[in-house]
């Protein structure tokens, strides 16, 4: 019984060996190494697909292959959520072939790196949305009709709006803390770069109200002139009254 189970164990072992070292046909071995790379890729044996690729820009730097293993290499990383260095490998690809075949799906997966970067809260660092949002407004810019349009419109818009808290969550930590020079400027940021009504309403009062607790009477005077009629109709009587009381406290300084 034991010889049987053994025999029928080297023959196991012996059909994975020949099925393991089949490899796919190819006109030359750069071809083959291609094939090979892309196959444990989508199996998810990502080293090994990087290994074949490493032998082609080893062996065959020259090969027809070796641009096409560049563009595999980045798309690897990426499948391994390894977004850094799919960023940089994409980046590379786009700055030695810049008028690449594939350059608008290039673009997007440089721009899919950069924005799967970003952090869960808009309380840490955003510089990699900032890389995004400049990315994917080059895609929109060269490649106006490709399929990738639409996403990367949302994408820029999520990035925005994830700036956007962290400029809110900076200023209003100024402004808690009284550093109300950080604060105004960072209000003043907001009003410049922000529409909605109700937080431009709430960046002009706090424009106001640090000038105000700095002394600084003539610029929240100027301050009020040039905002007034940015602060929605509810919420005049609020900002006249600290409009007041900088023109007050100057005639009184």
């Known amino acids: 019984m034991k010889i049987v189970l053994l025999a029928l164990s080297v023959i196991v072992i012996t059909m994975n060996l020949s099925c393991s070292s089949k490899r796919p046909k190819g006109q030359t071995e750069a071809e083959v190494l291609y094939k090979e790379s892309k196959q444990f890729m989508e199996d998810g044996q990502y080293l090994l697909a990087i290994e074949k690729l490493n032998k082609i820009q080893s062996e065959f730097p020259f090969s027809y292959y070796a641009t096409p293993s560049e563009l595999l290499r980045a798309d690897i990383y990426f499948a391994q959520k390894n977004f850094q260095e799919a960023a940089a490998s994409y980046k590379v690809f786009l700055d030695l072939h810049p008028r690449h075949k594939r350059e608008s799906y290039v673009l997007y997966k440089l721009s899919e790196s950069y924005f799967k970067q970003l952090p869960s809260t808009h309380d840490r660092d955003l510089e990699s949305g900032?890389?995004?949002?400049?990315?994917?407004?080059?895609?929109?810019?060269?490649?106006?009709?490709?399929?990738?349009?639409?996403e990367a419109k949302s994408k820029i818009k999520a990035c925005n709006e994830m700036i956007k808290l962290k400029e809110i969550y900076i200023a209003d930590f100024y402004f808690r803390t009284d550093v109300f020079v950080s604060a105004r400027y960072r209000y003043l940021g907001i009003i410049k770069n922000y529409k909605e009504k109700p937080l431009v309403n709430l960046a002009i009062e706090r424009v106001l109200k640090s000038s105000y607790n700095l002394k600084e009477f003539s610029e929240c005077s100027k301050f009020y002139k040039n905002y007034r009629s940015l602060v929605s109709e509810e919420y005049k009587s609020k900002i006249e009254k600290l409009g007041e009381k900088c023109r007050n406290a100057l005639q009184n300084s």
């Open 130 to 150: 900032e890389k995004a949002i400049i990315s994917y407004r080059r895609l929109l810019r060269k490649f106006p009709n490709s399929r990738y349009v639409k």
